[in-house]
């Protein structure tokens, strides 16, 4: 049940059956990191200068504005029916302060309008980038909004930075502000959830979103992920959350190349039964498309993605009215990363998700069929 709703204006009614926003919001391609542009002076610089020129080809910051654009652009040309567009808003300093710690968001605002590198692990800011962190921090809020007042039943905020590395007081992997976690505590602080529900799904593993509800009862992450050593080399399997939290925390680590049928059975294995025992009244996402064979870590195809979201449909139906929503990660291939979504939201739009595996099956049935009396011997017998 969800708790007391404390604002009237998100009053709740329940969504039309598939009825689905994407959330985009130009802002976020402002974010611009480029290695070559001057940076603040300092270790960092000299240490990320050191590690770029060890490398034999030239280093692009390979999270870069052209990820949504591709994205966008295969929704203009194939739009998928049923989906609307809304533009996004900023997360405000209380909404990003309910996952990061004060000093950390003094110091990422001071450097609005700068180039700096944030992290050893090359995530930097260029002049516009605390302004579209804000923006996907603050789409993912609008996206949990719409879907909790019911004016759609799932949502997905197609927006960038991702926010699944970062941490209470660390910027990593790409990520300034961590947009899932602050969508999950805004939903428990002003939306009248009580128990959110993450998966994700993105190939690395979400060490921020982990960190941050570590020891909380009434948020549970499902991460299935590729294992340790590959970045950022957390979320063994023993790592279950502390105290309270001890439980709602599952990491699932997958092998180099696993694919549709080990994910969809950790869904139906591991996933289902936790969500059926949690009982969710929001779930979300992080939906990153870096396990597709493109991006080469693990081996996850299209009617993978489209089966996985089938089915957190079910859960969502199950537990709460269908509220279910999606949040961009990561993926870097531009092609399976605008599939990919492209996917997502036709299955969110009612489209069938197709069984994994079963694409030519048809065809070699009557093939086999075509052949079968080629390969037959003569009967002695026959007159
Ligand atoms: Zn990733």
Known sequence: MLGKNPDPALEQQVAEPNSVIAFYDERVLNHQPNSDAPFLPGRMDRKIRELLSALKVPWVYPEHAGRLKAIHQLLELEPVPGVTFEAGKEASRE???????????DHVFELRGKNAWLDVDTT???PGSVDAAEVAAGT???AVEAVMQGRCQSAFALVRPPGHHAEPVRARGFCLFN?????????????????????????HHANGTQD?????????????HRS??????????????????EGTTINVPMPAGAGDRAYLSAFEDI????????????ILV?????????????????EGFAAMTSMLQTLAQRHCDGRLVFVLEGGYHLLSLSRGVRTVLAVLAGAEAPEPGLIGIAEVRAAADFHRHAFIAEDPDKP
Not at 229 to 237: A, S
Not at 288 to 302: C, E, K, Q, R, W
Request: charged share 15%; net charge negative.
């Open 140 to 142: 993912t809020v609008a």
């Open 95 to 105: 909404q990003l302060g309910r996952v990061h710690t004060s000093s950390y968001l």
């Open 124 to 126: 930097a800011v260029s």
């Open 286 to 302: 992080s939906a990153g498309f870096d396990p597709h064979p493109f991006d080469l870590a693990l081996n996850v195809s299209y």
């Open 179 to 203: 947009n899932v976690a602050v969508a999950a505590a805004h939903a428990r602080a002003e939306l009248g959830c009580e128990r959110v529900l993450i998966v994700d799904w993105d190939a």
């Open 271 to 282: 996933l289902i039964p936790a969500a059926d025992w949690f009982q969710p009244d929001l």
């Open 212 to 224: 941050i509800f570590w020891a909380d009862p009434d948020v549970m992450l499902f991460d299935i």
């Open 228 to 245: 340790s050593p590959f970045y950022p080399g957390t979320g063994n399997l023993e790592d279950v959350g502390v105290g309270l939290g």
